[in-house]
């Protein structure tokens, strides 16, 4: 599509940032209700959270096709263009810092936290009125009040997830050559496959969620171990329902016969944040479910 602007295109007001705060204060405010102890609160917060992300499926479709109408219609210019990379790269920025925060916060609990509260420091005598007969061991499978729970061991599920992501990787991979190439059929085949692969793994992660409620009685409060687990794990699964919304809308697009091998950076903003949640899961693989 031919550019008509060369310098900047400033697009119209739009409802859509509305839209998405909204969901996303929903979205805050069902999952704190949720994880509350109290029955009807966490009945009622279970059908604000859906309904928050009801409402961000929605501004996310709604707002890609105002930006996919946009691009179509030769609105942007090179300029713009610029500006969704630097855009894109300081998005992915900031989601590698919000990951290793949470890192930080794991590596401080097990290098840090859990040596000293075992008397690493000569602080035995604070140990033994913070927490009797507790022992300085990695993961903590014990709480304070004495409940005990089981480690999520890296074999099974999670290894087999694990292989799930890499192999999404390839499959992204050669659909980004073919991309390139304009080899229409073979984009189609890889960058559908990696949609699968994506949907497949979530599929694996609510089953190993099950398991570890079900029969390993790892929860929410499990004390340190269980909640690292889950903000790490869970914030990681959220990040792949995303990636995978947009790699299915550039799917909806490439079947339309939108995008090129000159002109496709939605493809490419889509496989940046694909390749780096898989970047992610591998750090989560390697530091909460192997050491």
């Known amino acids: 599509m031919e550019q008509k602007y060369e310098n900047y295109f400033v697009p119209e007001q739009s409802q859509w940032p509305i839209i998405g ?3 996303m204060f929903f979205i805050a405010v069902g999952a704190g209700l949720t994880v509350m102890q109290i029955d009807s609160t966490a009945s009622s917060g279970s059908y604000i959270l859906y309904g928050g992300i009801g409402i961000l499926i ?3 479709f709604g707002w890609f096709k105002h930006v996919i109408e946009e691009s179509q219609k030769g609105l942007y210019s090179a300029q ?50 913070l927490w009797p007969n507790f022992e300085a061991v990695w993961p903590l499978l ?8 089981n480690a999520m061991g890296w074999q099974g599920l999670p ?7 890499l192999t999404s990787s390839v499959t992204m991979h050669f659909a ?6 304009d080899e229409r059929l ?24 099950r398991h570890a409620y079900n029969d390993l009685n790892l929860t929410l409060q499990s004390g340190l171990y269980g909640n690292t687990f889950y903000l790490l794990t869970g914030f990681h699964g ?39 949640v898989d970047v992610v899961w591998l750090c989560l693989f390697v530091f909460v479910y192997v050491l």
């Open 21 to 23: 705060a909204v969901a």
């Open 58 to 60: 929605y501004m996310l």
């Open 80 to 129: 713009m263009d610029r500006s969704f990379r630097q855009g894109m790269s300081w998005f992915i920025f900031s989601e590698v810092m919000f990951f290793l925060a949470f890192f930080g916060a794991l590596f401080y609990a097990r290098v840090l936290s859990v040596p000293w509260l075992g008397g690493a420091s000569n602080n035995a005598m604070t140990y033994e009125v």
């Open 142 to 149: 014990t709480t304070p009040s004495g409940e005990t729970t």
């Open 159 to 165: 290894l087999i997830n694990t292989i799930i992501l």
């Open 176 to 181: 980004h050559v073919a991309m390139e190439r």
């Open 186 to 209: 073979k984009l189609k085949i890889f960058l559908s496959l990696t949609v699968l692969l994506g949907a497949v793994f979530l599929g694996l992660q609510v089953e190993e969620y």
């Open 238 to 276: 959220l990040h792949v329902t995303l990636g995978t919304l947009m790699l299915l809308i550039v799917l909806l697009r490439i079947f339309k016969g939108h995008l090129d091998s000159k002109q496709h950076f939605a493809f490419q903003a889509a496989a940046w944040y694909w390749h780096f």
